[in-house]
């Protein structure tokens, strides 16, 4: 394997980097390179930072890497740090890719700065929930590019989002790599087209590394399966019509398309790769023997679990509403989630109760899938709910003039909350058998991945993976 000596140079990095941090690294790297790096502003966030971008070589394909298209996913951001590094040394290696390679570390450095505090660990399901931040869909750059599609027409992109349109719309690229991760689960890759001579590479990448395959549900039910653990990425129309079909509704989407769908408009031969990885897994993720349920019962009870979760995640903030402000940037997405579970899940059970497959065994990965990965993806949303809670309290303790009564309302739900969380994440300790995975076996998988499709997609003459 041509390159694998790129993927065994990773370092073991034992925390990820701030915005800060990979800020000060991209300027040194331009300044240690100036023949080979050059770093310039893409744009500037909500908040106004500077969103630092790093052109990387001269080869006659473009690439567009970014990480942290959503901030509580800073794996690839770990990546491109260190691919960035390796491209900057090796004159061989650029020139065998044969890209001109555009990188951004982190695309939303507002939203990142958000999730620092569980950056150094210690990495557990306890640290990772309290400090999770995510926003909502349409305060999210990957989910914020322009669409029209039947009723759906979205044309209110992000700053940030806005700095990736002008990239693509300049440079055309040829691969475009949004460097996405999971939370729980196994590792799984989408492709913006079949292209089954990638596919076995791919896997092989996690597996060398030991990190189990996803092989359970995909993320949506209306997403295209290539291959074991590959999919075809996403588009907000897809989610549309699935929503429509199943409940004969207009769907209510107030958020825009994918950063792949806007970049298959702007340059039609590109192809699109999100490598998506854990921090935390559990073997029963890519169990594929038979389950004592049906997929059917599985998905049903998921439902019903996840409608009982999000009740008391509405009950807890319907005790404080009055006191949430505009600003509160952790309850918008508790919201959304709390209104499509609670009023939305019709569509999801139709598609159940009408799918006559569903009536077979389910494998242990898809109840794993259904029953505790759910429960893990939902506590997230009590920890933002906790968050919610606390940034009122922090404002109102704060405030010139305090007003005592809210202040004991708001803090009597957020130690509520709290207590709900630690006994909520104690349960999912005793019901996972989970192990943090080492940031430095998901960097080598991101990595190996992107060369995987950039060796056999590339412009120059001797690449090969």
């Known amino acids: 394997m041509k390159f694998q000596y790129i993927v065994d140079q990773v370092p ?178 989408y492709i913006s087209r079949d292209l089954p001579e990638l596919y076995e590479d791919l896997r092989n990448s996690a597996v060398r590394q030991e990190i189990p395959l996803n092989l359970g549900e995909p993320e949506e039910p209306f997403i295209t399966k290539f291959s074991p653990a590959i999919f075809k990425t996403m588009s907000i129309g897809q989610a549309y019509d699935f929503i429509e079909q199943f409940t004969g509704e207009t769907p209510m989407i107030n958020n825009g398309t994918s950063s792949s769908d806007y970049a298959s408009r702007v340059s039609t031969d590109c192809v699109t790769l999100l490598t998506e990885l854990p921090y935390f897994f559990d073997s029963r993720i890519e169990d594929m023997s038979e389950s004592d349920m049906t997929r059917k019962e599985a998905i049903l009870q998921s439902v019903e679990m996840s409608q009982a979760h999000f009740g008391l995640l509405d009950k807890l903030l319907g005790e404080v509403r009055s006191f949430i402000t505009d600003g509160n940037p ?95 994440c104690e349960a999912l300790e005793n019901e996972l058998n989970y192990h943090f995975i080492p940031i430095q076996k998901l960097v080598k998988v991101q990595v190996e991945s992107g060369l995987v499709v950039a060796a056999k997609h590339g412009g120059g003459s001797r690449a090969s993976f």
């Open 12 to 189: 073991d990095y034992q925390s990820f980097l701030t915005v800060e941090e990979l800020d000060e690294s991209s300027r040194k790297l331009a300044e240690e390179f100036p023949g080979v790096v050059s770093l310039f502003e893409a744009g500037t966030s909500r908040n106004g930072h500077p969103i630092l971008a790093m052109k990387i070589g001269d080869g006659p394909k473009k690439a567009l890497c970014f990480a942290c298209p959503h901030p509580n996913e800073p794996i690839g951001a770990m990546t491109l740090e260190y691919f960035s590094h390796a491209l900057a040394e090796n004159d061989e290696l650029r020139e065998e890719l044969g890209f001109t390679w555009y990188m951004i570390k982190c695309i939303d450095p507002d939203g990142v700065r958000l999730n620092e505090n569980w950056f150094k660990g210690p990495f557990n399901i306890y640290n990772y929930t309290r400090n999770y931040f995510r926003p909502i869909g349409y305060e999210q750059v990957e989910w914020t590019f322009p669409v029209d599609h039947k009723e759906l027409h979205f044309h209110e992109p992000l700053p940030e989002t806005r700095a990736l349109m002008s990239l693509m719309e300049e440079i055309k690229p040829d691969f475009v790599y949004s460097l996405h991760n999971a939370g729980f689960g196994g590792a799984y890759w």
């Open 330 to 424: 952790f309850v918008k997405l508790v919201d959304e989630v709390v209104q499509n579970v609670l009023g939305g899940s019709e569509a999801k059970i139709s598609w159940a109760e009408s799918t006559l497959e569903f009536e077979q065994p389910a494998k242990v990965a898809e109840v794993f899938d259904n029953l505790y990965a759910a429960k893990f993806y939902n506590g997230l949303y009590l920890g933002l709910t906790v968050r919610a809670c606390e940034y009122e309290l922090e404002r109102l303790q704060g405030s010139g003039n305090r007003d005592e009564g809210a202040i004991l309302v708001v803090k009597e739900a957020h130690e509520k909350g709290q207590q709900f969380l630690k006994e909520y």
